[in-house]
């Protein structure tokens, strides 16, 4: 299976900083995995252009659940796929816990990418208080049947692991306790309305990746790519990461 390599800008860049980074990775050579840059959404536009024809593809970082309509500060799957986005990121720890999303309000926006022809990446992880406390396979197994859409199968749907307590603090997980989480959410996607092909669903691992840890975290059973916050903000390094894929 082709590994995924995403990019999460989160709130950081300027116009200057994402043409300077979406251009200079559109001059690198052919990657061997699939790279998807998710910028903040007033860089969307400028992102795809300067990805011009190159096969780098562009993701939003949220969407709304509903088409359209009075929601003041949203913006809907259908608006980013028509301007150019392949993927949406929803569900992330952050949106969790900065705007309170529930698992079936993640699951409505998944919908809505699905419905839009856009790939979701549906984001599940533990805190560190529910990995201590021993709950973080019942809490993943929670995350992955409330939030993935019924109509989510491995050819549409991306499950991105992120442990919150590796988020932005250089903490990863071993690769045993990854691979042991991966099998788990694979193991949990076979139960869903869609989930015959699990074995091609991709999952991938997040939480503090860098240039020099990706290679062993590619490698592990289970893994099928990487989403990457700080280090996708650098051009070298992001770039190490995409040549680390197997
Ligand atoms: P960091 O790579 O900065 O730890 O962020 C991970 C993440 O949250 C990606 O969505």
């Known amino acids: 299976m082709k590994q995924l390599i995403a990019g999460n800008w989160k709130m950081n860049g300027s116009p200057a900083s994402a043409k300077a980074l979406a251009a200079g990775l559109a001059a690198k050579p052919g990657a061997k995995c699939d790279v998807v840059l998710c ?13 011009g024809s190159s096969a780098l593809a562009l993701g939003a970082q949220d969407c709304h659940a509903n088409e359209k309509g009075a929601h003041t500060g949203d913006i809907s799957a259908v608006l980013l796929k028509e301007i150019g986005c392949a993927y ?22 998944a919908t809505a990418a699905l419905k839009a022809g856009l790939t979701p990446i549906v984001c599940v992880g533990e805190t560190e208080a529910q990995r201590e406390r021993g709950e973080t396979a019942s809490v993943i197994a929670r995350q992955v049947s409330g939030s993935l859409p019924d109509a989510a199968t491995a050819a549409n749907t991306v499950v991105a ?14 690769t045993a306790d990854i691979a042991v989480v991966h099998f788990n959410i694979r193991e949990v996607f076979k139960t869903l309305p869609g989930g015959s092909g699990a074995g091609a669903l991709r999952i991938l691992y997040g939480g503090s990746v860098k240039g020099s840890n990706a290679q062993a975290i590619l490698a592990t059973a289970g893994v099928n790519g ?4 700080g280090a996708s903000l650098d051009l070298e390094d992001f770039w190490r990461i995409i040549e680390a894929t197997p």
């Open 88 to 109: 949406v990121i929803v569900g992330h720890s952050e949106r969790r816990a900065d705007h309170g999303e529930t698992d079936a309000e993640v699951k409505a926006k």
């Open 39 to 51: 910028p903040p959404a007033p860089l969307l536009s400028l992102v795809v252009a300067a990805i």
């Open 161 to 174: 692991y992120e442990p919150v307590w590796a988020i932005g603090t250089g903490k990863t997980a071993t």
């Open 226 to 229: 990487a989403l990457v916050g």
